[in-house]
Protein backbone atom coordinates (compact mmCIF):
# COMPACT_ATOMS: atom_id res chain seq x y z
CA UNK A 1 0.00 0.00 0.00
CA UNK A 2 1.41 3.43 -1.00
CA UNK A 3 2.36 6.07 1.78
CA UNK A 4 -0.41 8.84 1.65
CA UNK A 5 1.60 11.89 1.02
CA UNK A 6 -0.48 14.30 3.34
CA UNK A 7 2.89 16.20 4.82
CA UNK A 8 0.80 17.09 8.11
CA UNK A 9 1.35 14.18 10.37
CA UNK A 10 3.44 15.08 12.67
CA UNK A 11 2.56 15.68 16.29
CA UNK A 12 -0.99 15.20 17.97
CA UNK A 13 -3.31 16.12 15.39
CA UNK A 14 -7.23 16.87 15.57
CA UNK A 15 -9.62 17.85 12.82
CA UNK A 16 -9.74 21.64 12.13
CA UNK A 17 -12.42 22.47 9.65
CA UNK A 18 -10.20 26.32 9.71
CA UNK A 19 -7.38 27.77 9.41
CA UNK A 20 -7.09 30.57 11.78
CA UNK A 21 -3.57 31.65 11.04
CA UNK A 22 -5.30 32.35 7.39
CA UNK A 23 -8.17 33.68 8.48
CA UNK A 24 -6.83 35.58 11.10
CA UNK A 25 -5.02 38.13 8.26
CA UNK A 26 -7.88 38.28 6.20
CA UNK A 27 -11.28 38.74 7.90
CA UNK A 28 -10.81 39.11 11.90
CA UNK A 29 -10.81 42.64 13.14
CA UNK A 30 -7.50 43.62 15.20
CA UNK A 31 -8.17 42.51 19.21
CA UNK A 32 -7.18 45.86 19.91
CA UNK A 33 -10.21 47.34 18.43
CA UNK A 34 -12.85 44.91 19.39
CA UNK A 35 -15.01 45.12 22.73
CA UNK A 36 -17.77 43.20 24.32
CA UNK A 37 -21.25 45.15 23.02
CA UNK A 38 -22.61 44.03 26.51
CA UNK A 39 -19.70 45.63 28.69
CA UNK A 40 -21.35 49.21 29.67
CA UNK A 41 -21.16 51.73 32.00
CA UNK A 42 -24.68 50.76 32.94
CA UNK A 43 -23.28 46.94 33.44
CA UNK A 44 -23.23 47.81 36.99
CA UNK A 45 -24.84 47.53 40.33
CA UNK A 46 -27.44 50.32 41.38
CA UNK A 47 -25.41 51.35 44.72
CA UNK A 48 -22.81 52.59 42.44
CA UNK A 49 -25.05 55.15 40.55
CA UNK A 50 -26.77 55.99 44.20
CA UNK A 51 -23.42 56.28 45.90
CA UNK A 52 -21.83 58.70 43.15
CA UNK A 53 -24.66 60.79 43.35
CA UNK A 54 -24.44 61.29 47.39
CA UNK A 55 -20.90 61.90 46.53
CA UNK A 56 -21.82 64.59 43.84
CA UNK A 57 -24.45 65.87 46.15
CA UNK A 58 -21.67 66.71 48.98
CA UNK A 59 -19.42 67.97 46.77
CA UNK A 60 -16.64 64.79 47.02
CA UNK A 61 -16.89 63.76 43.63
CA UNK A 62 -13.77 64.93 42.94
CA UNK A 63 -11.88 64.04 45.00
CA UNK A 64 -8.52 61.88 44.22
CA UNK A 65 -9.11 58.52 45.35
CA UNK A 66 -7.08 55.52 45.25
CA UNK A 67 -9.27 51.83 45.02
CA UNK A 68 -6.94 48.18 44.80
CA UNK A 69 -8.16 45.39 43.38
CA UNK A 70 -7.27 42.37 45.05
CA UNK A 71 -8.44 38.68 46.14
CA UNK A 72 -7.80 36.96 49.35
CA UNK A 73 -7.78 33.19 48.45
CA UNK A 74 -6.20 31.35 45.82
CA UNK A 75 -9.12 29.20 43.92
CA UNK A 76 -9.72 24.94 44.03
CA UNK A 77 -7.63 24.52 46.85
CA UNK A 78 -4.80 25.73 45.35
CA UNK A 79 -1.99 28.00 46.04
CA UNK A 80 -1.93 30.23 42.56
CA UNK A 81 -4.39 31.85 40.30
CA UNK A 82 -3.67 33.53 36.49
CA UNK A 83 -4.52 37.01 36.48
CA UNK A 84 -6.47 37.92 33.26
CA UNK A 85 -9.38 40.43 31.96
CA UNK A 86 -7.07 43.31 31.91
CA UNK A 87 -7.12 44.41 28.03
CA UNK A 88 -11.22 43.93 28.82
CA UNK A 89 -10.92 45.90 31.51
CA UNK A 90 -8.46 48.97 29.48
CA UNK A 91 -11.07 48.82 26.94
CA UNK A 92 -14.08 49.29 29.06
CA UNK A 93 -11.77 52.47 30.70
CA UNK A 94 -11.08 53.69 26.80
CA UNK A 95 -14.81 54.00 25.96
CA UNK A 96 -16.50 54.65 29.24
CA UNK A 97 -19.43 57.16 28.60
CA UNK A 98 -22.51 57.17 29.32
CA UNK A 99 -25.03 57.64 26.27
CA UNK A 100 -28.55 59.58 26.08
CA UNK A 101 -30.64 56.33 26.26
CA UNK A 102 -27.93 55.22 29.19
CA UNK A 103 -29.35 58.96 30.92
CA UNK A 104 -32.62 58.71 29.96
CA UNK A 105 -33.06 55.61 31.50
CA UNK A 106 -31.11 56.31 34.78
CA UNK A 107 -33.93 58.98 34.95
CA UNK A 108 -36.42 56.69 35.47
CA UNK A 109 -34.22 54.70 37.96
CA UNK A 110 -33.77 57.60 40.50
CA UNK A 111 -36.42 60.07 39.63
CA UNK A 112 -36.19 62.36 42.89
CA UNK A 113 -32.20 62.73 41.70
CA UNK A 114 -31.17 65.88 41.06
CA UNK A 115 -31.44 66.87 37.36
CA UNK A 116 -27.92 68.50 37.39
CA UNK A 117 -26.47 65.30 38.72
CA UNK A 118 -27.67 63.43 34.97
CA UNK A 119 -26.23 66.26 33.17
CA UNK A 120 -22.68 65.63 35.22
CA UNK A 121 -22.81 62.14 34.52
CA UNK A 122 -22.77 62.95 30.74
CA UNK A 123 -19.22 64.23 31.11
CA UNK A 124 -17.55 61.62 32.54
CA UNK A 125 -14.56 59.29 30.86
CA UNK A 126 -12.21 57.12 31.53
CA UNK A 127 -10.14 60.03 31.17
CA UNK A 128 -10.56 60.52 34.81
CA UNK A 129 -8.89 57.93 35.78
CA UNK A 130 -5.19 56.14 36.16
CA UNK A 131 -5.08 52.29 35.98
CA UNK A 132 -1.60 50.90 37.25
CA UNK A 133 -1.87 46.72 36.94
CA UNK A 134 0.35 43.16 36.84
CA UNK A 135 0.58 41.94 33.32
CA UNK A 136 -1.77 40.02 32.51
CA UNK A 137 -1.21 36.26 32.12
CA UNK A 138 1.13 36.38 35.31
CA UNK A 139 0.38 34.45 38.39
CA UNK A 140 -0.98 36.45 40.81
CA UNK A 141 -1.12 35.26 44.70
CA UNK A 142 -4.00 36.84 48.00
CA UNK A 143 -3.67 40.16 48.63
CA UNK A 144 -1.55 41.76 46.35
CA UNK A 145 -3.63 44.36 44.54
CA UNK A 146 -4.06 42.93 40.70
CA UNK A 147 -5.52 46.66 39.36
CA UNK A 148 -5.12 50.03 41.45
CA UNK A 149 -7.55 52.52 40.31
CA UNK A 150 -6.71 56.08 40.61
CA UNK A 151 -8.23 59.55 40.02
CA UNK A 152 -11.92 61.51 40.62
CA UNK A 153 -13.77 59.48 43.22
CA UNK A 154 -17.30 59.32 41.44
CA UNK A 155 -15.33 57.86 38.07
CA UNK A 156 -13.48 55.28 40.17
CA UNK A 157 -16.57 54.41 41.92
CA UNK A 158 -18.45 54.29 38.75
CA UNK A 159 -16.18 51.84 37.50
CA UNK A 160 -16.02 48.93 40.43
CA UNK A 161 -18.47 46.26 39.56
CA UNK A 162 -18.01 45.96 35.85
CA UNK A 163 -13.76 45.53 36.49
CA UNK A 164 -14.87 42.97 38.78
CA UNK A 165 -16.50 41.46 36.08
CA UNK A 166 -14.42 41.56 33.90
CA UNK A 167 -11.70 40.03 36.15
CA UNK A 168 -13.07 37.60 38.42
CA UNK A 169 -14.78 35.26 35.67
CA UNK A 170 -11.58 35.57 33.57
CA UNK A 171 -8.74 34.77 36.09
CA UNK A 172 -11.26 31.73 37.92
CA UNK A 173 -11.53 30.08 34.16
CA UNK A 174 -7.52 30.71 33.11
CA UNK A 175 -6.40 29.63 36.59
CA UNK A 176 -8.76 26.55 36.11
CA UNK A 177 -7.59 25.95 32.81
CA UNK A 178 -3.38 26.38 33.58
CA UNK A 179 -4.84 23.56 36.40
CA UNK A 180 -5.99 21.07 33.76
CA UNK A 181 -2.86 21.80 31.75
CA UNK A 182 -1.07 20.95 34.78
CA UNK A 183 -2.97 17.43 35.40
CA UNK A 184 -2.74 16.70 32.01
CA UNK A 185 0.94 17.52 31.11
CA UNK A 186 2.50 19.25 27.80
CA UNK A 187 2.41 16.10 25.52
CA UNK A 188 -1.20 15.79 25.37
CA UNK A 189 -3.79 18.78 22.83
CA UNK A 190 -6.58 19.87 25.25
CA UNK A 191 -9.12 21.18 23.57
CA UNK A 192 -12.42 23.09 25.12
CA UNK A 193 -15.89 21.61 24.04
CA UNK A 194 -17.31 23.79 26.67
CA UNK A 195 -19.92 26.16 25.05
CA UNK A 196 -23.17 24.13 25.45
CA UNK A 197 -22.71 23.85 29.17
CA UNK A 198 -21.55 27.69 29.59
CA UNK A 199 -23.42 29.91 31.65
CA UNK A 200 -24.70 31.99 28.51
CA UNK A 201 -23.33 33.02 25.26
CA UNK A 202 -21.52 35.67 27.28
CA UNK A 203 -19.98 32.91 29.44
CA UNK A 204 -19.42 30.63 26.78
CA UNK A 205 -17.33 33.18 24.62
CA UNK A 206 -15.22 34.37 27.43
CA UNK A 207 -14.27 31.19 28.41
CA UNK A 208 -12.94 30.13 25.48
CA UNK A 209 -10.90 33.14 25.00
CA UNK A 210 -9.47 32.33 28.51
CA UNK A 211 -9.28 28.46 28.57
CA UNK A 212 -7.04 28.76 25.62
CA UNK A 213 -5.20 31.90 27.64
CA UNK A 214 -4.69 29.05 30.11
CA UNK A 215 -3.05 26.36 28.44
CA UNK A 216 -5.83 24.81 25.82
CA UNK A 217 -4.96 24.17 22.34
CA UNK A 218 -8.34 24.61 20.61
CA UNK A 219 -12.06 25.45 20.69
CA UNK A 220 -14.84 23.99 19.18
CA UNK A 221 -16.35 27.27 19.70
CA UNK A 222 -16.82 28.75 16.24
CA UNK A 223 -17.79 32.15 17.10
CA UNK A 224 -14.45 32.42 19.69
CA UNK A 225 -12.61 31.12 16.14
CA UNK A 226 -13.61 34.31 14.34
CA UNK A 227 -13.69 36.85 17.17
CA UNK A 228 -10.17 35.76 18.88
CA UNK A 229 -8.56 33.82 16.57
CA UNK A 230 -8.55 30.60 18.62
CA UNK A 231 -7.70 27.61 16.63
CA UNK A 232 -11.04 25.71 15.62
CA UNK A 233 -11.48 21.69 15.94
CA UNK A 234 -13.95 19.37 15.75
CA UNK A 235 -15.51 16.70 13.56
CA UNK A 236 -18.89 14.43 14.71
CA UNK A 237 -21.57 13.83 17.07
CA UNK A 238 -23.57 10.57 17.89
CA UNK A 239 -26.10 11.88 16.04
CA UNK A 240 -24.39 12.01 12.84
CA UNK A 241 -23.59 8.14 13.67
CA UNK A 242 -27.06 7.11 14.05
CA UNK A 243 -28.74 9.43 11.11
CA UNK A 244 -27.30 6.65 8.66
CA UNK A 245 -28.92 3.36 8.96
CA UNK A 246 -27.06 1.08 5.94
CA UNK A 247 -25.42 1.78 3.27
CA UNK A 248 -28.03 1.99 1.39
CA UNK A 249 -28.32 5.74 2.67
CA UNK A 250 -25.10 6.33 1.09
CA UNK A 251 -25.35 8.75 -1.51
CA UNK A 252 -22.17 9.62 -1.75
CA UNK A 253 -19.60 6.86 -3.00
CA UNK A 254 -16.67 8.21 -4.90
CA UNK A 255 -13.49 10.40 -3.84
CA UNK A 256 -10.73 12.17 -6.11
CA UNK A 257 -7.15 10.65 -4.75
CA UNK A 258 -4.58 13.07 -3.64
CA UNK A 259 -2.80 14.74 -6.15
CA UNK A 260 -0.18 12.19 -7.44
CA UNK A 261 -1.78 8.84 -6.08
CA UNK A 262 -2.41 6.78 -8.92
CA UNK A 263 -5.88 4.78 -8.31
CA UNK A 264 -7.63 2.55 -10.81
CA UNK A 265 -10.95 4.93 -10.09
CA UNK A 266 -12.68 7.18 -7.95
CA UNK A 267 -15.32 4.31 -6.42
CA UNK A 268 -14.06 4.88 -2.94
CA UNK A 269 -17.50 2.67 -1.12
CA UNK A 270 -16.11 -0.28 -2.92
CA UNK A 271 -12.70 0.32 -1.58
CA UNK A 272 -13.80 -0.12 1.81
CA UNK A 273 -15.99 -2.95 1.11
CA UNK A 274 -13.03 -4.57 -0.24
CA UNK A 275 -11.16 -4.07 2.54
CA UNK A 276 -13.89 -4.79 5.39
CA UNK A 277 -13.50 -8.40 5.85
CA UNK A 278 -9.70 -8.65 6.08
CA UNK A 279 -9.18 -5.70 8.78
CA UNK A 280 -12.44 -7.57 10.44
CA UNK A 281 -9.73 -10.60 10.94
CA UNK A 282 -7.16 -8.41 11.67
CA UNK A 283 -9.33 -6.95 14.61
CA UNK A 284 -10.90 -10.33 15.81
CA UNK A 285 -13.87 -9.46 14.98
CA UNK A 286 -16.96 -11.24 12.13
CA UNK A 287 -18.20 -8.55 9.54
CA UNK A 288 -21.83 -8.77 10.97
CA UNK A 289 -20.50 -7.36 14.37
CA UNK A 290 -19.45 -3.78 12.64
CA UNK A 291 -22.68 -1.70 12.03
CA UNK A 292 -23.14 -0.84 8.45
CA UNK A 293 -24.86 2.76 9.18
CA UNK A 294 -21.96 3.68 11.61
CA UNK A 295 -19.60 2.64 8.39
CA UNK A 296 -21.79 4.54 6.28
CA UNK A 297 -21.42 7.51 8.22
CA UNK A 298 -17.62 7.41 8.53
CA UNK A 299 -17.37 7.32 4.78
CA UNK A 300 -19.66 9.58 4.19
CA UNK A 301 -17.41 12.32 6.54
CA UNK A 302 -14.07 10.68 5.21
CA UNK A 303 -15.67 11.70 1.38
CA UNK A 304 -16.43 14.97 2.85
CA UNK A 305 -12.91 15.48 4.60
CA UNK A 306 -10.65 13.60 3.70
CA UNK A 307 -7.74 15.25 4.88
CA UNK A 308 -9.66 15.81 7.93
CA UNK A 309 -11.30 12.51 8.86
CA UNK A 310 -11.54 12.06 13.01
CA UNK A 311 -14.37 9.85 13.95
CA UNK A 312 -16.11 9.03 16.93
CA UNK A 313 -15.98 5.19 17.20
CA UNK A 314 -17.95 4.57 20.68
CA UNK A 315 -21.84 4.77 19.22
CA UNK A 316 -22.56 1.01 19.33
CA UNK A 317 -19.15 -0.80 20.30
CA UNK A 318 -15.72 0.56 20.25
CA UNK A 319 -13.61 -2.44 19.88
CA UNK A 320 -16.25 -4.92 17.46
CA UNK A 321 -17.78 -1.99 15.64
CA UNK A 322 -16.23 1.36 15.88
CA UNK A 323 -12.61 0.81 15.33
CA UNK A 324 -12.97 -1.49 12.90
CA UNK A 325 -15.06 0.46 10.41
CA UNK A 326 -12.57 3.59 11.30
CA UNK A 327 -9.80 1.21 10.23
CA UNK A 328 -11.95 0.35 7.23
CA UNK A 329 -12.05 3.92 5.96
CA UNK A 330 -8.17 5.08 7.10
CA UNK A 331 -7.02 2.28 5.01
CA UNK A 332 -9.13 3.01 2.08
CA UNK A 333 -8.04 6.59 2.44
CA UNK A 334 -4.60 5.33 2.46
CA UNK A 335 -5.07 4.03 -0.66
CA UNK A 336 -6.11 7.03 -2.36
CA UNK A 337 -3.41 9.41 -0.44
CA UNK A 338 -4.88 10.79 2.53
CA UNK A 339 -4.18 9.99 6.15
CA UNK A 340 -6.61 9.84 8.43
CA UNK A 341 -6.15 12.10 11.79
CA UNK A 342 -7.66 9.76 14.49
CA UNK A 343 -10.90 8.75 16.66
CA UNK A 344 -12.87 9.95 20.02
CA UNK A 345 -13.84 8.18 22.56
CA UNK A 346 -17.08 10.03 24.57
CA UNK A 347 -18.00 6.82 26.78
CA UNK A 348 -16.62 4.05 29.03
CA UNK A 349 -13.43 3.33 30.61
CA UNK A 350 -11.25 5.51 28.40
CA UNK A 351 -7.68 4.36 29.84
CA UNK A 352 -8.58 0.97 29.10
CA UNK A 353 -10.31 1.72 25.78
CA UNK A 354 -7.48 3.62 24.92
CA UNK A 355 -5.14 0.65 25.05
CA UNK A 356 -7.59 -1.37 23.34
CA UNK A 357 -7.54 0.69 20.57
CA UNK A 358 -4.36 1.34 20.31
CA UNK A 359 -3.42 -2.08 20.12
CA UNK A 360 -5.26 -2.67 17.21
CA UNK A 361 -3.72 0.14 15.35
CA UNK A 362 -0.61 -1.31 15.93
CA UNK A 363 -1.55 -4.76 14.72
CA UNK A 364 -3.39 -2.85 11.21
CA UNK A 365 0.21 -0.92 11.09
CA UNK A 366 2.21 -4.30 11.42
CA UNK A 367 -0.25 -5.92 8.73
CA UNK A 368 -0.45 -3.14 6.39
CA UNK A 369 3.44 -2.18 6.45
CA UNK A 370 1.86 1.13 7.65
CA UNK A 371 4.13 2.25 10.74
CA UNK A 372 2.18 5.93 11.22
CA UNK A 373 -0.50 3.67 11.56
CA UNK A 374 -0.15 2.79 15.32
CA UNK A 375 0.68 6.39 16.37
CA UNK A 376 -3.28 7.40 15.19
CA UNK A 377 -4.57 10.35 17.43
CA UNK A 378 -6.60 8.84 20.02
CA UNK A 379 -8.76 12.17 21.48
CA UNK A 380 -10.80 11.26 24.75
CA UNK A 381 -14.37 13.05 26.08
CA UNK A 382 -16.62 12.66 28.41
CA UNK A 383 -17.24 14.56 31.90
CA UNK A 384 -13.58 15.06 32.04
CA UNK A 385 -12.44 17.07 35.69
CA UNK A 386 -8.66 17.56 36.70
CA UNK A 387 -8.90 14.35 39.13
CA UNK A 388 -9.70 12.19 35.65
CA UNK A 389 -6.84 14.18 34.20
CA UNK A 390 -4.34 13.42 37.50
CA UNK A 391 -5.85 10.19 37.64
CA UNK A 392 -4.83 9.24 33.97
CA UNK A 393 -1.85 11.17 34.31
CA UNK A 394 -0.37 8.69 36.78
CA UNK A 395 -1.80 5.35 34.92
CA UNK A 396 0.34 6.49 32.54
CA UNK A 397 3.23 7.00 34.61
CA UNK A 398 2.40 3.72 36.58
CA UNK A 399 2.99 1.85 33.28
CA UNK A 400 6.05 0.07 31.63
CA UNK A 401 8.21 1.91 28.67
CA UNK A 402 8.46 -0.30 25.75
CA UNK A 403 11.16 0.12 22.90
CA UNK A 404 11.13 0.88 19.31
CA UNK A 405 8.92 3.88 17.68
CA UNK A 406 6.03 3.36 20.40
CA UNK A 407 8.82 4.55 23.03
CA UNK A 408 6.54 6.52 24.72
CA UNK A 409 3.43 3.96 25.11
CA UNK A 410 2.99 2.70 28.58
CA UNK A 411 1.51 -0.59 28.29
CA UNK A 412 3.24 -3.95 27.44
CA UNK A 413 2.57 -7.61 26.94
CA UNK A 414 4.04 -10.23 29.93
CA UNK A 415 3.21 -13.75 30.27
CA UNK A 416 1.75 -15.16 33.13
CA UNK A 417 1.07 -18.19 34.48
CA UNK A 418 -2.78 -19.74 33.36
CA UNK A 419 -5.11 -20.06 36.20
CA UNK A 420 -6.72 -23.40 34.17
CA UNK A 421 -4.14 -25.17 33.33
CA UNK A 422 -0.37 -25.30 32.90
CA UNK A 423 0.05 -23.05 29.73
CA UNK A 424 0.24 -19.30 29.52
CA UNK A 425 -1.46 -16.31 28.37
CA UNK A 426 -0.72 -12.67 27.18
CA UNK A 427 -1.91 -9.98 30.26
CA UNK A 428 -1.62 -6.29 29.23
CA UNK A 429 -0.11 -4.25 31.89
CA UNK A 430 -2.65 -1.19 31.28
CA UNK A 431 -1.12 2.24 31.45
CA UNK A 432 -3.35 4.95 28.55
CA UNK A 433 -2.85 5.58 25.21
CA UNK A 434 -4.71 9.11 25.03
CA UNK A 435 -3.29 11.87 22.76
CA UNK A 436 -5.84 14.74 23.52
CA UNK A 437 -8.46 15.50 25.40
CA UNK A 438 -12.04 17.38 24.80
CA UNK A 439 -13.37 19.07 27.98
CA UNK A 440 -16.26 20.97 28.70
CA UNK A 441 -18.48 20.99 31.94
CA UNK A 442 -16.33 21.17 34.51
CA UNK A 443 -13.70 23.60 32.85
CA UNK A 444 -16.00 26.48 32.22
CA UNK A 445 -18.63 26.05 35.09
CA UNK A 446 -15.66 25.62 37.45
CA UNK A 447 -17.65 23.96 39.06
CA UNK A 448 -15.17 23.20 41.66
CA UNK A 449 -15.13 26.53 42.76
CA UNK A 450 -18.06 28.95 40.36
CA UNK A 451 -16.40 32.36 41.83
CA UNK A 452 -12.63 33.83 42.59
CA UNK A 453 -14.20 36.63 44.87
CA UNK A 454 -12.18 39.63 43.85
CA UNK A 455 -13.16 42.68 45.81
CA UNK A 456 -12.30 46.90 44.99
CA UNK A 457 -11.14 48.41 47.96
CA UNK A 458 -10.84 52.08 48.95
CA UNK A 459 -7.18 52.44 50.36
CA UNK A 460 -6.35 56.55 49.62
CA UNK A 461 -8.77 59.65 49.69
CA UNK A 462 -6.49 63.22 48.88
CA UNK A 463 -3.73 61.87 50.31
CA UNK A 464 -5.67 60.21 53.30
CA UNK A 465 -5.18 56.95 54.00
CA UNK A 466 -8.28 54.50 54.30
CA UNK A 467 -8.32 51.09 56.38
CA UNK A 468 -11.30 48.57 56.73
CA UNK A 469 -11.05 46.61 59.89
CA UNK A 470 -12.56 43.52 60.78
CA UNK A 471 -12.45 40.82 63.49
CA UNK A 472 -10.95 38.62 60.83
CA UNK A 473 -7.49 39.53 59.97
CA UNK A 474 -7.80 38.68 56.58
CA UNK A 475 -10.27 41.08 55.75
CA UNK A 476 -8.78 44.20 57.08
CA UNK A 477 -7.37 46.62 53.96
CA UNK A 478 -3.83 47.28 53.42
CA UNK A 479 -4.57 51.39 53.44
CA UNK A 480 -2.42 53.66 51.01
CA UNK A 481 -1.19 53.47 47.40
CA UNK A 482 1.23 50.66 47.03
CA UNK A 483 3.81 49.06 44.54
CA UNK A 484 4.21 45.55 43.87
CA UNK A 485 7.75 43.51 43.40
CA UNK A 486 8.10 40.04 42.87
CA UNK A 487 11.90 38.69 44.75
CA UNK A 488 13.66 35.85 42.59
CA UNK A 489 16.32 33.27 44.85
CA UNK A 490 19.16 31.64 43.23
CA UNK A 491 17.71 29.22 41.52
CA UNK A 492 15.67 31.78 39.62
CA UNK A 493 12.12 30.24 41.17
CA UNK A 494 9.98 33.34 42.66
CA UNK A 495 10.38 33.59 46.05
CA UNK A 496 8.25 36.10 48.11
CA UNK A 497 5.76 39.33 46.68
CA UNK A 498 7.00 42.28 48.41
CA UNK A 499 4.76 44.83 49.01
CA UNK A 500 5.90 48.75 49.45
CA UNK A 501 4.62 51.87 50.18
CA UNK A 502 4.24 53.79 46.79
CA UNK A 503 6.72 56.13 47.83
CA UNK A 504 9.74 54.03 49.40
CA UNK A 505 12.82 53.00 47.29
CA UNK A 506 11.88 49.89 45.29
CA UNK A 507 14.04 47.04 46.44
CA UNK A 508 17.18 46.17 44.46
CA UNK A 509 18.71 42.90 43.48
CA UNK A 510 21.55 42.01 46.22
CA UNK A 511 20.28 44.21 48.88
CA UNK A 512 19.46 42.39 51.94
CA UNK A 513 15.48 43.23 52.58
CA UNK A 514 13.52 43.14 55.44
CA UNK A 515 10.25 41.36 54.26
CA UNK A 516 7.27 40.73 57.06
CA UNK A 517 3.78 39.05 57.19
CA UNK A 518 1.40 42.22 57.27
CA UNK A 519 -0.69 40.86 60.28
CA UNK A 520 1.91 38.50 61.94
CA UNK A 521 4.56 40.74 64.07
CA UNK A 522 6.92 36.89 64.58
CA UNK A 523 6.93 36.08 60.94
CA UNK A 524 9.56 37.80 59.31
CA UNK A 525 12.89 37.26 56.90
CA UNK A 526 15.63 38.82 55.42
CA UNK A 527 15.42 37.80 51.41
CA UNK A 528 18.58 38.82 49.24
CA UNK A 529 17.27 39.14 45.66
CA UNK A 530 19.01 37.84 42.74
CA UNK A 531 16.41 39.02 40.20
CA UNK A 532 13.38 41.54 41.38
CA UNK A 533 10.55 42.12 38.96
CA UNK A 534 8.17 45.28 38.82
CA UNK A 535 4.37 44.12 38.96
CA UNK A 536 2.55 46.90 39.44
CA UNK A 537 2.86 49.08 36.22
CA UNK A 538 0.87 51.91 34.75
CA UNK A 539 -1.31 50.73 31.69
CA UNK A 540 -3.76 53.98 31.37
CA UNK A 541 -2.84 57.38 32.46
CA UNK A 542 -6.23 59.75 32.25
CA UNK A 543 -7.20 59.23 28.48
CA UNK A 544 -3.59 57.83 27.25
CA UNK A 545 -2.47 54.02 26.63
CA UNK A 546 0.59 53.74 28.51
CA UNK A 547 1.72 50.04 27.83
CA UNK A 548 0.76 48.60 24.48
CA UNK A 549 -2.19 46.17 24.20
CA UNK A 550 -1.28 42.36 23.78
CA UNK A 551 -2.04 39.57 21.89
CA UNK A 552 -3.68 36.05 23.12
CA UNK A 553 -0.90 34.60 22.46
CA UNK A 554 1.77 37.12 24.29
CA UNK A 555 -0.35 36.57 27.06
CA UNK A 556 -1.03 32.75 26.74
CA UNK A 557 3.49 32.79 26.66
CA UNK A 558 2.97 35.06 30.06
CA UNK A 559 1.02 31.75 31.86
CA UNK A 560 3.84 29.78 30.66
CA UNK A 561 6.45 31.80 31.46
CA UNK A 562 4.94 32.35 34.87
CA UNK A 563 4.17 28.95 35.77
CA UNK A 564 7.92 28.40 35.03
CA UNK A 565 9.39 30.27 37.31
CA UNK A 566 7.57 28.88 39.91
CA UNK A 567 8.46 26.45 42.11
CA UNK A 568 6.81 22.92 41.63
CA UNK A 569 5.53 22.51 45.93
CA UNK A 570 3.76 25.80 44.96
CA UNK A 571 2.11 24.79 41.58
CA UNK A 572 0.90 20.68 43.05
CA UNK A 573 -2.56 19.81 43.38
CA UNK A 574 -2.46 18.01 46.87
CA UNK A 575 -1.60 20.40 49.67
CA UNK A 576 0.19 22.75 48.12
CA UNK A 577 2.77 25.16 49.87
CA UNK A 578 1.47 28.43 50.06
CA UNK A 579 3.53 31.42 48.23
CA UNK A 580 4.75 33.83 50.83
CA UNK A 581 3.44 37.52 50.18
CA UNK A 582 5.07 39.70 52.81
CA UNK A 583 5.06 43.81 52.99
CA UNK A 584 8.16 45.56 53.76
CA UNK A 585 9.03 46.80 57.14
CA UNK A 586 7.55 50.52 56.45
CA UNK A 587 4.26 49.31 55.02
CA UNK A 588 3.86 46.93 58.29
CA UNK A 589 4.50 49.55 60.74
CA UNK A 590 2.24 51.90 58.26
CA UNK A 591 -0.96 49.20 58.38
CA UNK A 592 -0.56 48.62 62.12
CA UNK A 593 -0.28 52.69 63.14
CA UNK A 594 -3.32 52.78 61.21
CA UNK A 595 -5.10 49.54 62.80
CA UNK A 596 -4.50 51.45 66.28
CA UNK A 597 -5.29 54.53 65.10
CA UNK A 598 -8.67 53.35 63.83
CA UNK A 599 -9.47 50.19 66.18
CA UNK A 600 -11.70 51.69 69.41
CA UNK A 601 -10.75 51.22 72.65
CA UNK A 602 -12.93 48.84 74.80
CA UNK A 603 -13.85 49.54 78.42
CA UNK A 604 -14.34 46.93 80.84
CA UNK A 605 -16.56 47.66 84.42
Same mark, same amino acid.
Given at each position: MAAPTD???? +???? *??? %???????????? /????? *??????????DLYQITMAYAYWKCN?????????????????? +????? @?? +???? $? =? &? @?? &??? &??SDSDIEYLRSVIPSADERYFEYLKTLSGDDVAIYAITEGSLVFPRVPLIRVEGALITCQLLETTLLTLVNYASLVATNAARFRLAAGDDKMLLEFGLRRAQGPDGGLSASKYCYIGGFDATSNVMAGKVFGIPVKGTHAHSFVTAFSGLSDLPLKDLTACEGVPTPDCDFL?? $? =?? =????? %??????????????ELASFITYAISFPTEFLALVDTYDVSRSGVPNFCVVALALCKFGYRARGIRLDSGDLAYLSTVVRNMFRTIAKAYNLDWFSGITIVASNDINEDTLHSLRSQERDGVEITGDSARRRSIRVRVPSLSDNHTVDHLVEGNEIDAYGVGTHLVTCQVQPALGCVYKLVELDGRPCIKLSQEPAKITMPGKKNAFRLYGQQNYAL??????????????????????? @??? /???????? &???DVLTKCFWRYGELIEPTRSLEEIKKNVV?? =??????DHLRPLNPTPYKVSVSDRLYHYIHGMWLENAPIGELS
Open positions: ASTT +GCVV *SGL %ANPTQYDGKHRK /SQDSQ *SNGVVQPLLTKHRQHAVFDMFFRKNPFS +GEFTV @FC +GLEE $C =L &K @FV &KNF &KYST $C =LS =LRSDV %AQHCGVIPSQMNEGVDLLTRADEPSPKVGDRVLVRHA @FDE /SKRAYVSA &KRVAS =LLSTRQ
